[in-house]
């Protein structure tokens, strides 16, 4: 297993002799609902498109889940396994191979299996994805905005946790990402051997009225302090974007 962040919520994940892409934000800015003046984060240095890819594999369809320019430039013919909303972003752009998985669906990819989970929230009606990775004994979850609930009673151990560690706060909203308690309980009941951060920092830079709003708590450092103080053997390594970490996993 080599995982590489991409910065954001961005995952390239080669595993056996699959490479799957993750949430995948590669060019062009980041904008929500084309409000610039609200947020926009850009790039701060060129980075190539990865030069292959078997699976995309999207959370959530909001931009920086399923990223719109990026989206284009990929090869459509890429299959692609999504949440339902995401999915209708991938088939109106002309994916051949799209599957949309619910909650509690699976799907085999080659000797990789995809479980979604309920995961973040968005807007009053829409619950999207949260995911299970398993390949033989090994297994990785995902959740990009640290909303877990079923995944606590998962019976199964959980290798690799990606999720946020830090929280992102709007006034008079709360939390809209939730990393701090919500990654310290998903450990207490998972025992996860490592937890990778993920949805904050990179190489990116951001500008709109977003920015002033918004509000960040906590660290890498401080949550793998809070980890040690109850006993917890997981590790929060220090991993770098676009740099492949091979987790040495037991």
């Known amino acids: 297993m080599e995982l590489t962040w991409l910065d ?15 949430d995948p934000w590669l060019v062009g800015p ?7 003046w609200l947020f926009k984060a850009e790039r701060t240095a060129y980075r190539p498109i990865p030069d292959r890819v078997d699976l995309i594999l999207l959370s959530q369809g909001l931009p920086d889940h399923a990223h719109p320019p990026t989206l ?14 995401a999915a209708q972003i991938c088939q109106k752009m002309g994916y051949q191979n799209v599957q949309a998985l619910g909650h509690h669906q699976t799907i085999d990819f080659q000797e990789i299996t995809i ?3 309920p995961g973040a929230p968005v807007g009053a009606t829409t619950r999207e994805n949260a995911y299970i990775l398993r390949q033989g004994e090994q297994t990785i979850y995902y959740e990009p905005h640290g909303f877990h609930d079923q995944i606590l009673q998962q019976p199964r151990p959980i290798d690799v946790v990606i999720t946020p560690v830090i929280d992102l706060l709007l006034p008079l909203i709360g939390a809209v990402i939730k990393g701090k308690e919500s990654a310290l309980q998903l450990c207490s009941a998972l025992h996860p051997q490592l937890l990778l951060p993920t949805a904050a920092g990179g190489d990116l830079k951001a500008t709109g009225l977003l920015l002033k709003l918004l509000r960040a708590e906590g660290s890498v ?3 793998q302090t809070a980890l040690t103080q109850r006993g917890l053997s997981t590790i929060v390594p220090q991993i770098k974007p676009w740099e492949p970490f091979i987790p040495s996993l037991t």
Do not use: H
């Open 8 to 22: 954001s919520n961005s995952w390239l994940i080669d595993w056996g002799n699959k490479r799957i892409l993750l």
């Open 30 to 36: 980041l904008v929500f609902g084309g409000a610039e």
């Open 115 to 117: 479980e979604a989970l």
């Open 72 to 85: 284009a430039i990929l090869d459509r013919s890429i299959p692609v396994v999504a949440s339902p909303t």
């Open 221 to 223: 450092q401080e949550m």
